[in-house]
């Protein structure tokens, strides 16, 4: 590949136009990037990820992370990881009416929203909305195509996050109508659900459902992505990467200090498995001048970071040819000089840190809750549509409904596939403890408070 067909592909992967609305202009005090990063932190979706589950879920302790601090936590390091890697690119392409801060301000967006579609409870609400979905017969009433079907049975938090983006966060625009550049990036896995590996490149993924194959399409086409499968998969945007790393970087690291904060990972290893992961940028002896064990967890934290990003940072470069090629597998971290320590502290998060008792019992419940809500709003959408004689009470739980969730005449939509797509819309919208509280009143559990 010449050197100006690199030069060509970085200007369209940095696709400065807007979903719907064309080419922006930048402000004297924000450039387009800078306010795609500001539209998401003022969306009402983002703000409720401040009660969302990162590990722990409920939990009162005010210094574990949820998935607010942890996307406003992944959004600094993309932005730093992004920066370093955009100054190199600019430099090593010579890209002209680009800066670095660009590269971040991409990443950084990005990352501030990649947990947005999830769910209540984490994975596990993920996992409660597909197993819900499989088991209750809705899936053989209707003449779904496989794709429609799949986007029911591999439900992904991931595929939500760019349908609140484009679609129903301000559905009158539609969508934020944030940058192309911004959107592409913050798809991980551009493909749809029904896409098998290797196209996909992970077999539990996807990136949108099919309803809004076509909006990704035309994100796919403004930043240049290059198609795997017709209409339905496509090669990572570059800086994709980034967003996996940076992701990756502070739930790995970060869950690690939480735990050892709450006593779930002894001290003395947390600080092991992050003085490994530093390596030698732990220098001199400032470490055994930190006496208090968590200002030393915090010290150590901050280097395993930095080491992460600098390895992150080598690698991307190294093999940048064999991102437009679609070569490169597996991950920036993997293929790192931090790979083995990394290791080790997945694997004391599999046995000591994922499956602890506080976080164990609470997902359980979390599926007890999500099937409950679905069983109720899909039963009364569907009673609703003329699919059997509505209820008193089902007719009481449409009212609860909120409007955005139903058709444009204000019952529900005729079409089965969009009619349950929305009933997950607002399902997955919920908070942790909004989607408890409404189970427990609806159940009869606890009534409301005058």
Request: some cysteine; aromatic content about 8%.
């Amino acid at each position: 590949m010449s050197e100006r067909d690199l030069q060509s592909l970085w200007q369209r992967l940095l696709s400065a136009e807007r979903l719907g609305a064309g080419l922006p202009s930048s402000t004297r005090e924000r450039t387009v990037f800078q306010q795609d990063y500001d539209r998401i932190v003022f969306t009402s979706a983002f703000r409720r990820l401040k009660d969302k589950t990162q590990v722990f879920p409920l939990s009162r302790s005010d210094y574990v992370r949820t998935r607010l601090t942890h996307s406003l936590e992944a959004s600094c390091v993309g932005r730093s990881l992004g920066t370093v890697i955009g100054r190199e690119i600019i430099a090593r392409h010579g890209l002209a009416d680009v800066e670095a801060s660009d590269f971040g301000a991409i990443v950084a967006a990005a990352c501030l929203a990649h947990d947005i579609g999830n769910p209540p409870f984490g994975h596990a609400g993920e996992d409660a909305i597909r197993e819900w979905f499989k088991s209750s017969g809705l899936l053989d009433r209707y003449d779904f195509s496989p794709a429609q079907r799949a986007d029911f049975e591999r439900y992904e938090g991931n595929a939500q996050g760019f349908r609140i983006l484009t679609r129903l966060q301000s559905p009158s625009n539609p969508g934020l109508q944030l940058t192309m550049a911004v959107l592409a990036a913050f798809t991980k896995y551009p493909n749809a659900s029904w896409i098998a590996p290797p196209c996909s490149g992970n077999s539990k993924k996807f990136g949108f459902f099919q309803e809004d194959a076509q909006t990704f399409a035309r994100v796919a086409a403004s930043t240049g992505l290059a198609e795997r499968a017709p209409g339905a998969a496509w090669q990572r945007h570059p800086l994709a990467w980034l967003v996996e790393v940076a992701d990756d970087t502070c739930y790995l690291i970060v869950d690690l200090e939480d735990a050892s904060r709450l006593g779930f990972v002894r001290t003395e290893d947390a600080e092991t498995l992050l003085a490994d992961l530093a390596g030698s940028t732990v220098t001199g002896g400032r470490l055994t001048r930190i006496g208090e064990a968590k200002e030393r967890i915090e010290y150590l934290r901050a280097k395993a970071v930095g080491r992460l990003l600098e390895s992150a940072a080598a690698v991307f470069l190294e093999h940048e040819a064999a991102f437009f090629a679609g070569t490169f597998t597996g991950g920036l971290l993997e293929a790192s000089a931090v790979a083995t320590p990394l290791q080790a502290v997945k694997k004391v998060a599999a046995e000591q840190i994922y499956v602890a008792r506080p976080a164990l019992e609470v997902e359980t419940a979390g599926f007890e809750v999500l099937g409950g809500l679905l069983s109720l709003f899909v039963s009364a959408v569907e009673a609703g549509a003329g699919a059997s004689r509505v209820t008193t009470r089902e007719r009481m739980l449409l009212h609860l409904l909120p409007a955005q969730f139903l058709g444009a005449d204000g019952k529900p939509d005729a079409n089965p596939y969009r009619r349950l797509l929305s009933v997950a819309d607002f399902v997955t919208g919920m908070t942790d403890s909004y989607a408890m509280e409404l189970y427990r009143k609806l159940k009869g559990i606890e009534l409301p408070l005058s």
